[in-house]
Each structure stands twice: as C-alpha cells, then as structure tokens.
C-alpha cells in the first residue's frame, strides 16, 4: 500500500512553462519533504513542511502544504532545463517513529529547452 | 570527506553469493537507512538503525540484513543474492532530536544479479 500518491507520474515540459506536481493521502503527517533527485545521485532534500497551510518559497519553486496535513504541491514557475529531474514527496506519518520517512513513487520532470 | 560514503558504486555478483554494502557517514547522525530503488516502486525501506547495534526492519526487509557496530558505518548484507535484489541501493543518515530534520543520502550502489 502506497502511503503517498504522487501525480503526474511523468511531466514533460517546454521551457518557460509552469507546473504543479500533487503529492496525496488518505493520512496526516507530522511534517512532509520533498526531493529533487538527477541520473546517477541520491535525493536531495528540497524543503520540509510542517504546519498545515504552510506555503515556502524557493526561487522559482513553492511549496505548499494542506490544511489538513494531508497533501502538499510543488509548484514551478517558468521552468527551465535545469529542473529536469525526479521530484519526490516524503512525509513522516503521525504516530510513526521519528525518522520514519513514506516515500512517495516521484514525479519525473523534463523540461525542453 | 564530508557526507555520505557509499562503496561499492557498482558491483555485479552471481546469484546465490552473499554480497555487502557499506555506508559511512561523517554527518555524526544517530539515524541511517538503507532504501532501494526500482522503476514503478519508487524508494522502499529495508532496515534501518536508529543507534550503534540498535536496527529495525522496513517494509522489504526479506532476503537482508544489516549491522551497526559504530555510529559511522551501517552494512547491508544480501545474504544470498537473488535477480529480484537487482536495484539500486541507498543509504540515508537523518538528523532527529526533537524534530526530524530529513535525510541525507548517499550517491547509491547499483547491484546486478545475474
């Protein structure tokens, strides 16, 4: 069973455009992060999020968090080819052990020059 | 070096043999995980420790096993190496005191089963 729901699975983009990658569950997390990760490397942590409703901003990206604690969105305005990459949600159920990451399956993301 | 260590970057091994993987930290992280990763699976949990010589099981814990003998080193041991063991392998360190700050991770270990 998969505790996070990402969507869309892939994105493929022009650059300039804009995008919003969905991150859902049927649960309340503590806190969720997300994760750029590029060919050959490991995740990278963007952001964390922790209180519902909670929007950060990261140059061209932001990142919300649901009221409900539920599901967040990243978002990018005016994408270029170096946001080419696999974005990952991952969220730190309540009641689990602290530490315990769910991650969700990622969003791969192409953006065309 | 800073960060996280992973050794081998690649190995290919022959199915039935038993295969280690290492990870090092210099992070002084008191958590680390091991994770695989597999296309439509995304990341999955194998074990993880959460001290030296304290160890948990993830969801997809059968067929390994792990050993923690110092705070900067985590193995993962494939016991006898199957072709379904055939992924890409990531260690992970997080920060956890009060708040749980995320992981760090490493650059993985990409293990063929043949």
């Known amino acids: 069973t998969q505790l996070l729901e990402q969507s869309p699975q892939f994105l493929s983009i022009q650059e300039g455009e804009n995008l919003t990658v969905y991150c859902n569950s049927s649960s309340v997390f503590s806190s969720l992060q997300w994760y750029r990760q590029e060919p050959g490397e490991g995740p990278v942590l963007l952001v964390t999020v922790v209180t519902g409703g909670e929007v950060k901003k990261l140059k061209r990206l932001t990142f919300q968090f649901g009221d409900a604690r539920k599901d967040s969105s990243l978002h990018i305005t005016a994408a270029q080819p170096g946001d080419t990459g696999l974005y990952l949600c991952?969220?730190?159920?309540?009641?689990?052990?602290?530490?315990?990451?769910?991650f969700g399956r990622g969003t791969q993301l192409t953006v065309w020059p | 070096d800073a960060g996280i260590t992973q050794s081998p970057r690649h190995k290919v091994t022959e199915t039935g043999t038993p295969v280690t993987l290492r990870c090092h930290q210099t992070e002084n992280h008191r958590y680390m995980y091991w994770y695989r990763q597999d296309p439509g699976h995304g990341l999955r949990l194998i074990h993880y420790?959460?001290?030296?010589?304290?160890?948990d099981k993830g969801e997809v814990s059968d067929g390994y096993s792990v050993s923690r003998s110092k705070t900067e080193d985590f193995l993962l041991t494939l016991e006898s190496a199957t072709s379904s063991q055939t992924s890409v392998y990531f260690c992970?360190?997080?920060?956890?005191?009060?708040?749980?700050?995320?992981?760090?991770f490493g650059s993985g270990t990409r293990l063929t089963v043949v």
């Open positions: 991952a969220g730190v159920s309540r009641g689990s052990t602290l530490g315990r990451l769910y």
């Open positions: 420790s959460y001290g030296v010589k304290d160890t």
């Open positions: 992970a360190t997080g920060r956890v005191d009060t708040a749980f700050y995320g992981y760090t």
